[in-house]
């Protein structure tokens, strides 16, 4: 892979030599800078990677950003709004179907699954389901750069919250599965759905892992204190945290503690 390029104080431009980020005005504690709408392609046509919220201003700005190009398909990393809620509104600007795993979120007649393949101007993106973040999280891998978009399954600072249509089982088995992948294909970089790009794939991905098994023994040890509700785990294993956070480290706490009772 040849033309990585990462900003220094915003992921808003970064690109490989086939995938660009427009970064979507939505930050937060939990969107990081914003939501990353990558495009993907090469010549007079391409893909367009989770549109972002509804905000009219940046699907118009995309769609902008495109000149002449053409929009063939939109594809979503997964269903939440600040990845799909401006889908339906960027395809009527573009004129382009909406592919999803899940079918609340398509429009045409098209899903998306893993092992499926979606090609645009010669490139392809493989398909890879990766459950957990949410039921219907997909990562998308691009050979052309080896490069993986991961969504919100890996983000480009942090950790990932397992949301309530989620769960910590299938999360686990999806980082081990992209950790293999990313060995055997050997990737070069993540391009993730919030935060700034990854150039060190294998890194990343063990990280990850290190900081799950470590949540784990954090709550086994709160649990052994005494905490049994998420909240109560939360004041002790996030007491270093934004307080802004804990209603979603609640969440993950509440994941992890289905995980832990079910082994």
């Not at 939990?30 to 367009?48: F, H, K, P, R």
């Not at 090609?119 to 990766?130: F, I, Q």
Request: proline share 6%; net charge negative; charged share 25%.
């Amino acid at each position: 892979m040849s033309g990585l390029h990462i900003p220094i104080d915003t992921p808003d431009g970064s690109r490989t030599t086939h995938a660009e980020n427009l970064l979507a005005p939505n930050p937060s504690p939990m969107t990081l800078d914003g939501t990353n709408t990558w495009v993907i392609g090469a010549g007079d046509e391409v893909i367009v990677v989770d549109p972002g919220p509804e905000d009219e201003s940046h699907l118009r700005r995309v769609a902008g950003h495109l000149g002449e190009r053409r929009v063939t398909q939109i594809l979503l990393t997964h269903g939440h709004f600040d990845h799909s809620g401006g889908a339906k509104r960027f395809a009527e600007l573009v004129g382009a179907p909406v592919r999803a795993l899940d079918p609340r979120h398509r429009l045409g007649d098209e899903g998306l699954a893993d092992g499926d393949v979606v090609t645009v101007a010669g490139l392809e993106l493989h398909v890879y389901g990766t459950p957990g973040h949410s039921f219907d999280s997909l990562c998308f891998w691009l050979p052309a750069d080896r490069a993986m978009l991961t969504g919100d399954t890996i983000l480009g600072r942090g950790t990932t919250i397992i949301a309530r249509d989620g769960g910590l089982a299938d999360y686990l088995r999806s980082l081990d599965r992209l950790r293999a992948a990313a060995e055997s294909l050997d990737a070069r970089v993540l391009l993730p759905g919030h935060g700034p790009v990854l150039p060190d794939p294998i890194g990343a991905l063990d990280g990850y892992i290190a900081h799950r098994r470590q949540r784990l023994d954090q709550i086994r040890a709160a649990r052994q204190q005494g905490a049994k509700t998420p909240r109560q785990i939360v004041k002790i294993v996030y007491a270093d945290v934004d307080r802004s956070l804990w209603p979603a480290a609640e969440m993950s706490v509440a994941a992890q503690l289905d995980y832990l009772d079910r082994l």
